[in-house]
């Protein structure tokens, strides 16, 4: 053996390492070749001849622009960068067609090495992958999501439309004295707000998966989201006759959040807390300081949880498993929401349980904000019954508009009504309302484009206008800003919100609320 044939230390010898390396390269799937500086072929294997429809013989010296014209002008290119650069030109997309298939467009991933012979020509090693069937499985995958997306979107406007008219009914029978109707109104109040949970919850899975959702941060006091969140369980706990403490202290804490989204994270906390807890337990809300953080915990004395799941119940579409005795609904999105909307915060969101039967506690970490110079942090809310106000309504579901119509005669409010696009146009001329609820999806214009010949008209700035519509995606917003629209409502309305509107009705005070 001599020193130029040195034994390697796996026991290879060089001469032995080359030619598995050779017998490796022309059986690669990969096209592999090898070109000199006037882009002759000097190597070539057998998968990139079959690529471009030539024996390997047929290459062997021959140019690229003889052999494979369509990529001569791209290959010229990248060979003239690699060789003066001496620097790797890596995966560059290249699409066309060759002789061995004419006619069909094909994807590869061309990848360029500079190398110098022992003779001090430059050469370029060429690495071709075909990346045609990955390419359009990703276009299929895109165009699954977008499938999804929109009927998603079909489907939570079709389940909002029905549910508008029952939260208004709702709403209506807790003016109505008599036990039975009060029994009934409970179960209605309940089973109402889950579908409206479960039909969001959906709706920002998809979103959020999709990139498609952002955060309206401000400075918040999260005392508030913390109220807004209990009194949204409320109904949840109370149906199981769950011991519900808060221990929160006085003092303001202040978070950079979306009070929406943060009350949100907090509520699915607790309405899991509810599930996973047999009836009359104990749940626990508490915040404390950490520094620079605040914790807030929700501790229950529920079915606990198994060490091996604490990661895994913050998973899309899982559920905990419960004793037999417990009824779990929901869709299993609860959680892995309130996760990610924790991160978008810039905060933490982590479980802990001393195994099953023995409970568990969530605790929710974020960032403390500096005080602000006022605390501007939500809108003030007037307790007293708003004016009476004129309020056109339009909407096509027809269950939808009378219900709402009760609900605001009985407020006081002078209503009228429109089911169609035209209708509503003649009835805001002659009726000259404060507010308009106005639905998007009518059947002769769509509600855009009456609100947008509404804003036209000379007395048309004056009336507050809140789309009320199942269509919730960020574009439907958007078109509704775009066409003078206050404030986009996804139904079903919700009575706190409406109050808002008719307090701003007439003074234009809608847009402090923001697109909701």
């Given at each position: 053996?001599?020193?130029?044939?040195?034994?390697?230390?796996?026991?290879?010898?060089?001469?032995?390492?080359?030619?598995?390396?050779?017998?490796?390269?022309?059986?690669?799937?990969?096209?592999?070749?090898?070109?000199?500086?006037?882009?002759?072929?000097?190597?070539?294997?057998?998968?990139?001849?079959?690529?471009?429809?030539?024996?390997?013989?047929?290459?062997?010296?021959?140019?690229?622009?003889?052999?494979?014209?369509?990529?001569?002008?791209?290959?010229?290119?990248?060979?003239?960068?690699?060789?003066?650069?001496?620097?790797?030109?890596?995966?560059?997309?290249?699409?066309?067609?060759?002789?061995?298939?004419?006619?069909?467009?094909?994807?590869?991933?061309?990848?360029?090495?500079?190398?110098?012979?022992?003779?001090?020509?430059?050469?370029?090693?060429?690495?071709?992958?075909?990346?045609?069937?990955?390419?359009?499985?990703?276009?299929?995958?895109?165009?699954?999501?977008?499938?999804?997306?929109?009927?998603?979107?079909?489907?939570?406007?079709?389940?909002?439309?029905?549910?508008?008219?029952?939260?208004?009914?709702?709403?209506?029978?807790?003016?109505?004295?008599?036990?039975?109707?009060?029994?009934?109104?409970?179960?209605?109040?309940?089973?109402?707000?889950?579908?409206?949970?479960?039909?969001?919850?959906?709706?920002?899975?998809?979103?959020?998966?999709?990139?498609?959702?952002?955060?309206?941060?401000?400075?918040?006091?999260?005392?508030?989201?913390?109220?807004?969140?209990?009194?949204?369980?409320?109904?949840?706990?109370?149906?199981?006759?769950?011991?519900?403490?808060?221990?929160?202290?006085?003092?303001?804490?202040w978070v950079e959040a979306d009070p929406v989204r943060l009350t949100q994270v907090v509520c699915n906390l607790l309405n899991n807390a509810a599930k996973y807890t047999p009836g009359e337990g104990r749940i626990t809300l508490s915040v404390s300081s950490d520094g620079a953080h605040v914790v807030v915990e929700v501790r229950d004395t529920g079915v606990g949880i198994a060490q091996e799941r604490l990661e895994e119940i913050f998973s899309m579409f899982t559920q905990a498993?419960?004793?037999?005795?417990?009824?779990?609904?929901?869709?299993?999105?609860?959680?892995?929401?309130?996760?990610?909307?924790?991160?978008?915060?810039?905060?933490?969101?982590?479980?802990?349980?001393?195994?099953?039967?023995?409970?568990?506690?969530?605790?929710?970490?974020?960032?403390?904000?500096?005080?602000?110079?006022?605390?501007?942090?939500?809108?003030?809310?007037?307790?007293?019954?708003?004016?009476?106000?004129?309020?056109?309504?339009?909407?096509?579901?027809?269950?939808?508009?009378?219900?709402?119509?009760?609900?605001?005669?009985?407020?006081?409010?002078?209503?009228?009504?429109?089911?169609?696009?035209?209708?509503?146009?003649?009835?805001?001329?002659?009726?000259?309302?404060?507010?308009?609820?106005?639905?998007?999806?009518?059947?002769?214009?769509?509600?855009?484009?009456?609100?947008?010949?509404?804003?036209?008209?000379?007395?048309?700035?004056?009336?507050?206008?809140?789309?009320?519509?199942?269509?919730?995606?960020?574009?439907?917003?958007?078109?509704?800003?775009?066409?003078?629209?206050?404030?986009?409502?996804?139904?079903?309305?919700?009575?706190?919100?409406?109050?808002?509107?008719?307090?701003?009705?007439?003074?234009?005070?809608?847009?402090?609320?923001?697109?909701?």
């Open positions: 053996m001599t020193p130029s044939d040195p034994v390697l230390q796996d026991g290879l010898s060089g001469l032995a390492l080359l030619n598995a390396l050779k017998a490796l390269v022309s059986r690669s799937p990969m096209g592999m070749c090898v070109l000199d500086s006037k882009m002759r072929f000097q190597y070539i294997n057998q998968a990139l001849a079959d690529i471009n429809g030539r024996s390997i013989e047929a290459h062997i010296g021959s140019c690229v622009a003889d052999l494979v014209p369509e990529i001569y002008a791209s290959s010229k290119a990248f060979i003239e960068r690699a060789i003066a650069s001496q620097v790797p030109i890596v995966d560059q997309l290249v699409e066309g067609a060759t002789a061995a298939k004419p006619g069909v467009t094909r994807a590869w991933l061309q990848s360029w090495y500079p190398i110098v012979a022992q003779n001090g020509e430059s050469l370029v090693a060429v690495i071709v992958r075909d990346v045609t069937d990955e390419r359009r499985l990703e276009q299929e995958l895109r165009d699954a999501a977008q499938r999804k997306d929109e009927f998603l979107a079909i489907l939570a406007h079709e389940l909002r439309n029905p549910l508008a008219p029952l939260t208004n009914v709702v709403e209506l029978l807790k003016s109505v004295d008599n036990d039975i109707v009060r029994r009934a109104h409970a179960i209605l109040n309940r089973q109402t707000v889950q579908l409206v949970r479960l039909v969001d919850d959906l709706m920002d899975a998809s979103r959020i998966a999709s990139g498609k959702i952002g955060l309206q941060r401000r400075t918040t006091k999260l005392q508030d989201v913390l109220l807004d969140a209990v009194t949204n369980a409320g109904a949840v706990m109370q149906a199981a006759m769950h011991d519900l403490v808060v221990d929160v202290p006085p003092d303001p804490i498993a419960g004793p037999s005795r417990l009824k779990l609904d929901g869709l299993g999105i609860g959680l892995w929401l309130a996760k990610t909307l924790a991160a978008m915060h810039g905060g933490t969101l982590v479980a802990s349980s001393p195994g099953p039967g023995e409970g568990a506690t969530f605790t929710l970490r974020l960032p403390v904000a500096q005080a602000p110079v006022k605390d501007d942090s939500a809108l003030p809310v007037n307790c007293q019954l708003p004016a009476p106000h004129r309020v056109l309504i339009v909407d096509d579901n027809l269950d939808s508009a009378e219900s709402l119509k009760q609900l605001l005669t009985l407020q006081g409010q002078h209503v009228s009504v429109a089911n169609n696009g035209s209708m509503a146009l003649e009835l805001a001329a002659a009726f000259r309302p404060d507010l308009i609820l106005l639905d998007i999806g009518l059947p002769d214009i769509i509600g855009w484009a009456v609100a947008a010949r509404i804003r036209n008209e000379s007395w048309g700035n004056a009336p507050v206008i809140a789309a009320l519509t199942g269509y919730g995606q960020a574009q439907h917003r958007e078109l509704s800003n775009e066409a003078g629209i206050d404030l986009h409502i996804t139904k079903p309305l919700e009575i706190a919100t409406l109050n808002k509107l008719l307090h701003a009705a007439g003074r234009r005070e809608a847009r402090a609320i923001g697109m909701a």
